[in-house]
T-cell receptor, first 117, second 116 residues
């Protein structure tokens, strides 16, 4: 079974600083990977996804993520954080369904980002 | 194009009461899902559906039932609510990609349920 680990429960950065949120996954085959963001009291919004091809993917709001198969990682980065980026971030892995009839999406526990002015 | 919508947004129940949460999507997605979100536990899949008239159990199905009578709607029912079902419930939907693989899931805004 697949699993996702986000080692950092809470990260605090200053506005304008760079950001990296870590995500490690466990899955036997080629994973499909996602980052979602959740603002307080809101639903989950897709930031970016990786299915295949270029291992550096660009997303919305200036975020990017790099897939590193050798490290089983899919870390999220942003060069300069804005106060509006304060939210909870979830990494998720979608199993390639293969013979199953649906794609199981497994989430990490989330990383809460606080941005200081 | 509203995407995925959920009704109601908030609800307070007493132990033993029943209720139904409604999820609707206007993207013509084949797959629909119900998750619950609890602090520190991410999202956990309750039930899912791969098409009209079909449903299946996810990771935490006990105490919940679902129905998908129409492609665009997915209902989550609690027959006898318990305090352990206090949570935020999210519905999601996705296309069926090549073969039987599901594609990106799009989420609704959530329903905050408190069971006293």
């Amino acid at each position: 079974a697949q699993s996702v680990t986000q080692p950092d429960i809470h990260i605090t950065v200053s506005e304008g600083a760079s950001l990296e949120l870590r995500c490690n996954y466990s899955y036997g085959a080629t994973p499909y990977l996602f980052w979602y963001v959740q603002s307080p009291g809101q639903g989950l919004q897709l930031l970016l996804k990786y299915f295949s091809g270029d291992t550096l993917v660009q997303g919305i709001k200036g975020f990017e993520a790099e897939f590193k198969r050798s490290q089983s990682s899919f870390n999220l980065r942003k060069p300069s954080v804005h106060w509006s980026d304060a939210a909870e971030y979830f990494c998720a892995v979608l199993a390639n369904a293969g013979g199953t009839s649906y794609g199981k999406l497994t989430f990490g526990q989330g990383t809460i980002l606080t941005v200081h002015p | 194009n509203a995407g995925v919508t959920q009704t109601p947004k908030f609800r307070v129940l007493k132990t033993g009461q029943s209720m139904t949460l409604l999820c609707a999507q206007d993207m013509n997605h084949e797959y629909m899902y119900w998750y619950r979100q609890d602090p520190g536990m991410g999202l956990r899949l309750i039930h899912y559906s791969v098409g009209e008239g079909t449903t299946a159990k996810g990771e935490v199905p006990d105490g919940y039932n679902v129905s998908r009578l129409k492609k665009q709607n997915f209902l989550l029912g609690l027959e006898s609510a318990a305090p352990s079902q206090t949570s935020v419930y999210f519905c999601a939907s996705s296309y069926r990609a090549g073969g039987q693989r599901a594609d990106t899931q799009y989420f609704g805004p959530g329903t905050r349920l408190t069971v006293l």
